[in-house]
């Protein structure tokens, strides 16, 4: 106990010391030009001329932060597939971003594993040295420990869609223009997909998504156009049941309708089902794919059920909402 106690002890010190140097470099801040910052406005002058270093910019929790103009060592506990979609890499975020998401596998050489977001490696993050760190809202005990290495601003997760993120996390990086040109080219890409598709696809054809497994047993749901359903329904606005439609229409769904078995005829009787499987309950996933009800579905029987990669279809971020696309043209025209 002494040892913990002689430990943490230890941390805040170093954690104060850091503090410490920081204030007192931002007030006069040296460096091999003969530059000095002026921490009140935010200035850096040099022989008479003054350069913005800093600004004062209003986070998703409604904090006034004074954040680098140019971050340039950045950590992230949420946003890292909305930062490569930007061009920017950080230097560090949790494991789960890391390796639950098939969007970023090719793209993450080099960001430090911060281990899990519950409980945060934050002496790592602390020796990293960041000048800037992104953040959800949902652990203000986290951001308030983050707070004391480096500028902290929250972004807004709840009740934004993919595109709000990333646009947020541009304006955070001070890089709008950026998100704004990877939705024009998303958009663009949206409808090439739509013109390759129009040459296999009946326009009268519908489709359906369904999740087998996920968040507790014997689990089992359909989609509209949220979340897993979104590049079917929204971007591509390809025909889903009325069925569904009508479900989404009394109440939107973002986690999904569960459904039980009996009820597959009528929720995934569509000609085309994009199906996403989790191996949380192996058992109960078995049981519903050697089912009479899953096998007589006219998809089953027409052999147009699209297994997909549920990393890289059920998180939701543009770069997976992207690459969707691209795996779209690829099971629909083999």
């Known amino acids: 106990m002494k040892l913990r106690n002689f430990r943490i002890a230890i941390f805040m010190l170093v954690i104060t010391f850091v503090l410490s140097a920081c204030g007192g470099n931002s007030n006069n801040q040296s460096s091999g030009n003969g530059q000095s910052t002026e921490n009140n406005q935010g200035k850096e002058t040099t022989q008479g001329e003054v350069t913005a270093k800093t600004r004062m910019w209003t986070d998703g929790s409604g904090r006034q932060v004074e954040i680098p103009i140019h971050p340039q060592r950045i950590i992230t506990t949420q946003y890292l597939p909305e930062m490569l979609a930007l061009g920017v890499k950080p230097i560090a975020a949790p494991k789960h971003l890391l390796t639950n998401f098939a969007s970023v596998r090719n793209k993450i050489d080099g960001i430090e594993d911060l281990g899990s977001v519950n409980e945060l490696n934050v002496e790592k993050a602390l020796s990293l040295n960041p000048d800037l760190i992104l953040t959800m809202e949902d652990d203000q005990e986290l951001i308030n420990k983050l707070s004391k290495i480096a500028p902290t601003v929250v972004i807004t997760w709840e009740n934004k869609d993919a595109f709000d993120h990333l646009k947020d996390t541009a304006d955070a990086l001070g890089i709008p223009e950026k998100a704004e040109k990877w939705i024009a080219d998303y958009n663009k890409k949206t409808l090439e997909t739509k013109e390759k598709l ?95 009800l899953w096998k007589n579905l006219p998809a089953a029987k027409n052999n147009k059920v699209y297994v997909v990669d549920n990393a890289l279809w059920f998180p939701l971020d543009v770069l997976s909402l992207d690459q969707q696309l691209d795996d779209v043209v690829k099971l629909l025209t083999k």
């Open 198 to 292: 129009a040459a296999v696809v009946s326009p009268n054809e519908s489709f359906g998504a369904v999740v087998i497994g996920g968040f507790k047993a014997g689990q089992l749901r359909v989609y509209a156009d949220q979340n897993v359903g979104y590049t079917l329904f929204q971007a591509l606005k390809l025909p889903m049941l009325d069925s569904v439609k009508s479900e989404w229409e009394k109440e939107r769904r973002p986690l999904g309708m569960d459904i039980s078995m009996e009820l597959l005829p009528q929720y995934a009787s569509a000609d085309r089902l994009f199906v996403v499987q989790f191996d949380n309950d192996p058992n109960f996933l078995n049981q519903v794919l050697d089912s009479n």
